[in-house]
């Protein structure tokens, strides 16, 4: 079958964890870059790749890729690319664009003169001269930068974080492909115990219970591509009935999630119902301090308040100084948190084993990962002395 470019893009710090993805899933990786992740499929892919990605933006089919300095060659190049193939006569289409350090600085001329170039073409293709516009649709992105200029085509529609499960929000909603890559970066697997003590809308523990139970974050949303003809009804039937075949209805997952805020802990559990996991997770209204943290080698995720979101950095001192003090207690635990809180690492008296800068919107935040040993019963299972 064809062969297609795709790129799946991705907030900066999280692009290995999206080549680990797709790399599980099947996909040839051709190139990992800050941001984006290049891999090559069939048709089906495109719906896979959509249904399944839980830590990338987006899935964007690549139309092609040439070097720009003027916009005369912007749209020579454009024009010369085989728009019929994927847009059909009645598809609506827009453009949208970012340029960096580029020649071409001007985004809005150089969506214009894409989308004239698109627009000329298609009448070629088509043999019209106006175009309804009443199909199904295509938003194509022009980027540029150092003078090379990539179109593609978005599959997605709306981004991927968009799961549909959350409807109910609180204050300084945690991305749910965040989330998703803070529980794939740690030790976390569906035979361990996991906690969220800061758990908010419940996305960090809603997301975990999708990954133990192998449900494709996808499976309850829509897709631009799942409208559109060159694709067809039957590959995404097909995608999203082995979708469903896959889904984990043995195992049972261990998961708490607790805050303070009883609003919060209404909302996640509404949330952990329309995401259909909620008989995998204990819910609880309380303070992180008053939790009990009953198992000998659990994993500790969490995203606590920092001052960017919630209030000023000093006013949380306090919070953290008792996060130290009531986490350091938790010797065979692994811990993660996730926090834009400058003074953290200077309050732990154990050193992190690695700590990553993530996004947390547009928010530059620390991900701070503290391993604990290998619980006994591993040892055990797998005859370790």
């Known amino acids: 079958m064809e062969q297609f470019e795709l790129i799946a893009t991705t907030t900066f710090g999280i692009e290995a964890v999206v080549k680990r993805e797709l790399l599980n899933l099947g996909f040839e990786v051709t190139r990992t870059e800050n941001g984006k992740v290049t891999f090559l499929s069939d048709l089906s892919g495109i719906a896979k790749a959509n249904l399944w990605l839980r830590s990338a933006d987006r899935v964007l089919l690549k139309i092609g890729e040439f070097t720009a300095v003027t916009f005369d060659e912007l749209f020579d190049q454009t024009f010369q690319l085989d728009w019929g193939k994927y847009i059909v006569v009645d598809g609506k289409f827009t453009v949208n664009g970012k340029s960096v350090k580029s020649t071409l600085f001007s985004i809005s001329d150089c969506q214009s003169i894409v989308k004239k170039a698109i627009v000329e073409n298609l009448k070629r293709k088509y043999d019209v001269s106006w175009f309804a516009e009443t199909g199904a649709d295509y938003t194509v992105l022009i980027s540029i930068l150092n003078d090379v200029a990539t179109l593609t085509i978005d599959t997605s529609g709306v981004a991927l974080h968009k799961r549909g499960y959350r409807i109910k929000t609180v204050k300084a909603p945690l991305k749910e492909t965040l989330a998703a890559a803070m529980i794939m970066l740690s030790y976390w697997n569906k035979d361990r115990v996991l906690y969220d003590v800061f758990c908010g809308s419940g ?48 195992s049972k997952l261990t998961i708490y999630a607790s805050d303070i805020d009883s609003d919060c802990i209404e909302a996640a559990i509404i949330n952990a119902e329309l995401a259909q996991v909620r008989e995998c997770i204990t819910f609880q ?3 992180f301090l008053d939790v ?28 953290y100084l008792n996060m130290e003090a009531r986490f350091s207690k938790l010797k065979t635990w692994s811990i993660y948190i996730l926090t834009a809180f400058e003074g953290f690492s200077n309050l732990k008296a154990r050193k992190p084993d690695r700590v990553r800068k993530l996004y947390n919107g547009n928010i530059e935040t620390m991900y701070f990962q ?16």
């Open 292 to 319: 009990d943290y009953h198992d000998e080698y659990g994993i500790l995720i969490c995203n606590p308040p920092y001052g960017e979101r919630l209030s000023l950095d000093e006013d949380l001192l306090p919070l």
């Open 203 to 250: 996305t960090i523990p809603i997301e975990a219970a999708l990954i133990g139970k192998n449900i494709a974050p996808g499976l309850h949303r829509d897709f631009s591509a799942k409208h559109w003809p060159l694709i067809g009804e039957e590959i995404w039937k097909f995608e999203i009935e082995k979708a469903v075949q896959s889904i984990d209805h043995e």
């Open 285 to 287: 209204q309380c303070d």
């Open 370 to 385: 503290y391993y604990g040993p290998r619980p006994a019963q591993f040892d055990k299972k797998h005859g370790v002395i």
